[in-house]
């Protein structure tokens, strides 16, 4: 691709599922840029702390650049041939049903759809799931219950237009930053505005939460069942919405049978806590339900969700301006996933595999030899069938399942022992990757194009501003080039990313007329230049985006505008496909009610169009045990996404949390004997971790949470999915990852040790360590067991024959010793270990790294770990943008700062994405709180 260096790529954020809108620009010198899209609809010129850091993330480090069979570097021919020979002669001995694609909210949907077709339409199978089943699969089955159709019925100005906002198993401000920051500015325009957060932690979304409700794992049903019990006992419903567009009301209600002490059981709330809420649910017409991770990720799930639909339904909130229930979901396109597909009980264009007349059409549309009969594997069971020889080639594609899948053990086990396994990916080494048999290279974000949908159901263009480095190829490519290995040439002829959107477009009109909720079908023409110049539309595509360009104009079907008009709901908005005008402010997006919306007049996509009701009855989740007393939750933290593959090369996202940890309530940490910055072991039946104690009163006593990011790429053993048990919803067969019995002891360190390191060290021989990128190389925390020899370990890790100047000190009877190595003025590392954790401070540490060291005395100083005399602390890093820690925040709050924006306007924290500012507020309270005392 030819590059235009002056001007700007309007692209999308390859991370959450918010979708931000990105403007990328390449300068003449090479460097790159990247700002908010103020014409996105999504963020209105936001980004998030991830998303300023993208331009980091980009380099050829690590990345796979040619392919590879068995670790031998090969050309794309011999590659591709081999996938296809093998998985076709799989197909031919042990059926279709032997092999298998998982794949990746991370792809596009272009590359998305092809590998769907290929497997459903061609293999003949349904063994194609997603690691977006991991994410949202309880939403679409709850979705698909309630609505006949997986349909996410608002918009994200809804979160603006509501008066009333409960967020449930959603920590925003972390996961789904600029939907939080949204609510935090229209809240601060309109402080009518109410936000209740439900989460068993206080996350640092409670910042914007009149009420925080710190409900007991899994104890959603019971509470949203019993809302719906209060909404009919104090005549909070809208009968005439009930008996007009629904039915199983009645049932529902009569399934809602726990008392209010019976509900404040099986949530942990009080009683006076629950009315609180339920009145303010009562009293509010335009309330949105926010939820996520926390709701989806249990083996209740689906039923959590469609506990939150039934009362939206019998409040008719749903489809009208500031109403509705809302998931959002994690990845940037598992709503692009969604639509094509992707989940092994899934068709294409939102159709059923169960359903014969569905599979027919698909078919004929595909013209294709077969159509899988029935739902293939979903993600668990695809690993289990993987692990029992019943699946025997396997292609893994833009994901990490040895990291990220439940007791990831087991997965990593099955994998190895799997007798054929392809991986797709950009990076050379992940802990899947270094399994594969063949490793295929794929464009990244940046170099690759196509579409993403964002939770709102927008789909917006990723594009290319960069070239594709090395031979590395598009994903749809590669996956067209098995196809065409394999003897299916015509139906796998694409030109380009535009022909494959075009085909999925009409798909969706295809013998639609309003049966089917998507539908964008106005675009089933388009042309490769529209197409490269579609600005971001919310579907349905309710008409032709532009009937001078050749498109197949299509009016709406009446069923369609029953569905999106009515009552109260916002009439269609047609696509543009020039872009909106910029905004004035970041502060002000457009509120103008024009998102599409569903359902406000009902037309809900079950045979009879009206929504269902769903009886449910809760149940207990109780997995504790006297050996394993805890309940572990597993989740997000700001700065990091997913396996850290894009996030971990940035060294200001990899500032904030810099190691794994294991947040313990107070009382927990008493009870087990366990100090804040301990080492522990958190263990399951499956597995256990080595990681840091937090110990925070935002925990819920009971429980600990741990992230899910590291992998043993950063860490000697932090792979929290390896403790998660393989239990999943029975509907969704989504994984239950916040509610897993665990215990957790005190590792018993002889020493602790910090380092800092010019290069990336090669084996680290500690038996905890987690290593992240700082300005200028890395930084390791670690502990070792008592019995080691610590000059040797320095030694094992700094490499014994180096060259350069060596300073050592050891400190054989206080415990302590120290070490730098210096190449010419250079600091090559510098290492610190104490019977203690390691007092020293990380970011002194870390600038030596940048410093010239020609003078002895700072050689000196680095070994004694002690900064000079005028040389501030910063601490723990808060604000990632311009770099402020937790120190320099508490000393500007003890100098008269009292606010997030004199804090601003001070350090500059918090005035760039934003992403910090409730943590800076925390850190503002917590001063005034001890200077109160
Ligand atoms: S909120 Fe942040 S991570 Fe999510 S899409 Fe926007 S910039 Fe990216």
Redesign the pocket.
């Known amino acids: 691709m030819k590059i235009d260096e002056a001007r700007e790529v309007r692209t999308?954020?390859?991370?959450?599922?918010?979708?931000?809108g990105?403007l990328a620009k390449v300068a003449a010198d090479g460097e790159i840029t990247v700002r908010?899209d103020p014409d996105h609809p999504?963020?209105f010129g936001?980004?998030?702390?991830?998303?300023?850091a993208l331009a980091e993330t980009i380099d050829l480090d690590g990345r796979l650049l040619y392919p590879e069979i068995h670790g031998r570097r090969t050309g794309w021919d011999e590659a591709l041939d081999l996938v296809a020979s093998t998985f076709s002669q799989t197909i031919a001995e042990h059926g279709p049903d032997a092999v298998a694609f998982y794949v990746s909210g991370q792809l596009l949907t272009e590359d998305y759809y092809v590998a769907n077709k290929l497997m459903k339409g061609f293999i003949g199978s349904a063994n194609i799931d997603t690691n977006s089943r991991l994410c949202m699969a309880s939403s679409v089955a709850g979705h698909r219950r309630a609505f006949g159709s997986d349909t996410v019925p608002g918009s994200y100005e809804d979160l603006e237009l509501a008066d009333l906002i409960v967020l449930v198993g959603s920590n925003l401000g972390w996961c789904?930053?600029?939907?939080y920051q949204r609510i935090a500015a229209a809240r601060e325009k309109r402080p009518e505005m109410k936000v209740v957060l439900i989460d068993p932690r206080r996350t640092m979304t409670a910042d914007i939460a009149d009420m925080h409700l710190a409900i007991a794992a899994d104890g959603d049903v019971a509470l949203f069942t019993g809302l719906l019990a209060y909404l009919g006992k104090n005549d909070a419903l809208d009968r005439a919405y009930i008996a007009a567009h629904t039915t199983g009301f009645e049932g529902a209600i009569a399934a809602s049978s726990l008392d209010l002490a019976g509900i404040a059981a099986a949530t942990g709330l009080g009683e006076d806590e629950l009315v609180r809420f339920y009145s303010l649910f009562a009293a509010t017409a335009k309330t949105v339900t926010v939820y996520s991770q926390g709701v989806n990720q249990s083996s209740s799930g689906t039923d959590k969700v469609n506990a939150i639909i039934n009362c939206h339904l019998a409040t008719g909130r749903i489809g009208k301006p500031g109403t509705g229930p809302f998931s959002v979901t994690g990845q940037?396109n598992a709503m692009g996933g969604r639509e094509v597909g992707g989940l092994a009980n899934m068709l294409a264009a939102h159709m059923e595999i169960e359903n014969p007349e569905h599979r027919g059409r698909v078919q004929r549309f595909w013209s294709a030899p077969a159509i899988a009969e029935k739902p293939g594997l979903k993600a668990v069971e695809m690993f289990q069938a993987v692990a029992d020889g019943r699946i025997r080639a396997l292609w893994i594609m833009a994901t990490n399942p040895v990291d990220s899948m439940p007791d990831a053990d087991a997965v990593e086990a099955a994998i190895k022992a799997c007798p054929f396994v392809v991986v797709s990916d950009v990076l050379a080494m992940t802990d899947t990757v270094r399994h594969a048999h063949v490793r295929l290279p794929a464009a990244a974000w940046g170099e690759k194009d196509g579409s993403v949908t964002n939770s709102e159901r927008r789909i917006s263009r990723q594009r290319a501003f960069l070239p594709v480095p090395g031979e590395a190829r598009a994903d749809w490519w590669i996956i067209a080039e098995v196809a065409k290995r394999m003897g299916i040439a015509e139906a796998f002829s694409y030109a380009s990313p535009a022909a494959i959107f075009a085909e999925h477009a009409a798909l969706s009109a295809f013998e639609n007329d309003g049966a089917r909720d998507f539908d964008i079908g106005a675009y089933s023409g388009v042309d490769a230049k529209t197409y490269e110049e579609l600005a971001p539309f919310q579907w349905p595509a309710p008409a032709s985006p532009s009937s001078s360009r050749g498109g197949s104009a299509r009016a709406l079907s009446e069923a369609k505008q029953a569905a999106l008009g009515g009552v109260g709901g916002a009439s269609p908005t047609p696509p543009r496909l020039s872009r909106p005008a910029a905004q004035s402010s970041l502060a002000d997006p457009p509120l103008k009610g024009e998102g599409i919306r569903f359902f406000a007049n009902g037309g809900y996509y079950t045979p009879d169009r009206k929504a269902r009701f769903i009886a449910i009855h809760p149940t207990a989740h109780i997995r504790t045990s006297p050996d394993y007393p805890l309940i572990l939750n597993t989740g997000r933290i700001r700065d990091h996404?997913h396996t850290m593959t894009r996030t971990g090369k940035s060294q200001r996202l990899s500032q904030h949390m810099a190691e794994p940890f294991a947040e313990i309530h107070p009382l927990d940490a008493q009870h087990f004997a366990i100090g804040d910055a301990n080492i522990v072991r958190v263990s399951t039946v499956h597995g256990e971790v080595l990681v840091r104690a937090l110990v925070t009163a935002r925990q819920r006593p009971g429980s600990v949470f741990v992230p899910m990011h590291w992998t043993d790429q950063f860490s000697a053993r932090a792979r929290v999915d390896a403790l998660v048990a393989p239990i999943t919803d029975a509907i969704s067969g989504q994984p239950a990852s916040k509610n897993i019995a665990a215990r957790v002891e005190r590792f018993a360190a002889a020493a602790f040790g910090f380092a800092v390191l010019a290069e990336r060290p090669g084996l680290i021989d500690a038996d905890y360590w987690s290593l992240a990128r700082c300005a200028a190389g890395w930084r390791l925390e670690l502990a070792l067991e008592a019995g080691r020899d610590w000059p040797v370990f320095a030694a094992s890790l700094f490499g014994a024959d180096a060259q350069g100047e060596t300073l050592a000190y050891h400190d054989v009877a206080g415990g302590h010793y120290r070490f730098a190595r210096f190449a010419g003025s250079r600091l090559a590392g510098a290492l610190y270990l104490a019977p203690k954790p390691v007092a020293v401070s990380r970011s002194w540490a870390v600038e030596q790294l940048s410093a010239d060291h020609a003078d002895r005395r700072g050689r000196l100083a680095i070994v004694a770990g002690r900064p000079g005399g005028n040389t501030v602390d910063r601490g723990a890093v808060v604000c990632s943008c311009f770099g402020v820690g937790a120190n320099q925040i508490a000393e500007a709050v003890r100098g008269g700062c009292t606010s997030v924006e004199a804090i601003g306007a001070t350090l500059h924290a918090g005035t760039n994405c934003g992403s910090c500012r409730a943590e800076i507020r925390t850190i503002i309270e917590a001063r005034r709180l001890q200077a109160a005392e």
């Not at 936001?46 to 300023?52: D, E, V």
């Open positions: 999308t954020c390859p991370y959450c599922g918010v979708g931000c990105v908010g999504a963020n936001r980004l998030c702390s991830k998303g300023s789904h930053p600029v939907l940037p996404w």
